[in-house]
């Protein structure tokens, strides 16, 4: 894998400000991600994942530091990054056709040739014949391969996935994790994975970071071996090098960890939070 670097977050944090005062969601997070890596962060609820994920995306700005893309300062979205999320926010009144050419449409870059992309993707990711039918008309499992589609059609060059497969049966989340990861594999993709899921976590990353309750503190960085980087995630389930990196995992987070179902809402009573690491 070529070592070239595709994401550097430089001492970034970021600080939520609202009515009820300031919370520190990520403090001096340095992180480097290489061109095709795929890395997965854990960590207990309210650790800051989410809010990486939207300081990589450009939704966000650093209150501090900086994030950089291909060498460059991130300072807004971009079409060169595609953002999977737990829910799938498919549009109940278009078809699957036009919900997975939605990017496309906005980006203005909809025409018969990328329309005819859309219809292969769909088929690509055993969606063929729904052009036509709705979101109601798809089970759960379906629909969030739509939403797989729609972020595939505008042909990012990173992939942010925040829990995606979280609100799904686990044999249809079984099945997702390969299809997610051979599609991001055959892309070439940079992917970045939020998940509670150690074994998810485990299975479909080339690198692991375990972030800590101290906001962005990174408690641990984790190459995952070579044997289970190379096969699919539900293969790498069954592989004898899999549950000796889980435990590793699950010690790190077993002594952290008291809320991994929470919400992460902490209250906040004026000042900056800022937790001590337990
Ligand atoms: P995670 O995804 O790891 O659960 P988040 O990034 O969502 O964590 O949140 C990190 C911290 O920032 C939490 O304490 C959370 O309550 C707070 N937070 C997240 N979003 C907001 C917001 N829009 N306004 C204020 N605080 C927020
Ligand atoms: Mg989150």
Redesign the pocket.
């Known amino acids: 894998m070529p070592e070239q670097e595709k994401l550097r977050l430089r001492n970034v944090s970021h600080v939520?400000v609202?009515d009820s005062g300031a919370?520190l969601?990520v403090e001096s997070l340095d992180l480097t991600i290489a061109q095709g890596e795929f890395v997965s962060l854990v960590?207990p609820?309210?650790?800051?994942?989410?809010?990486?994920l939207h300081l990589i995306a450009g939704l966000l700005q650093p209150t501090r530091g900086e994030v950089n893309m291909d060498g460059k300062r991130v300072t807004g979205p971009s079409t060169a990054v595609g953002y999977m999320l737990q829910q799938d926010y498919l549009f109940p009144w278009r078809s699957i056709g036009d919900n997975a050419a939605i990017g496309l449409e906005i980006n203005g870059k909809l025409n018969a040739a990328s329309r005819q992309r859309v219809g292969r993707l769909l088929e690509e990711l055993e969606l063929g014949g729904t052009a036509q039918r709705y979101p109601h008309e798809l089970s759960g499992g379906m629909r969030q391969r739509v939403a797989l589609a729609r972020t595939l059609a505008t042909e990012p060059d990173i992939m942010l996935l925040d829990e995606p497969f979280s609100a799904l049966d686990m044999h249809i989340k079984l099945q997702l994790e390969d299809l997610v990861w051979s599609t991001i594999r055959g892309r070439g993709q940079t992917a970045v994975l939020?998940t509670h899921d150690l074994a998810e976590a485990a299975a479909m990353s080339d690198r692991i970071i375990v972030l800590g309750r101290n906001p962005g503190r990174i408690r641990l960085d984790l190459d995952v071996p070579d044997s289970l980087r190379a096969i699919l995630p539900m293969e790498a389930r069954r592989h004898p090098a899999f549950q000796p990196l889980f435990e590793q995992l699950w010690a790190q987070l077993d002594g952290d960890t008291v809320d991994v179902n929470g919400n992460?809402?902490?209250s906040v009573e004026g000042g900056i939070r800022h937790e001590d690491e337990n």
């Open positions: 939520y609202n919370s969601a960590g609820s309210g650790c800051g994942k989410t809010t990486v939020v992460g809402e902490e």
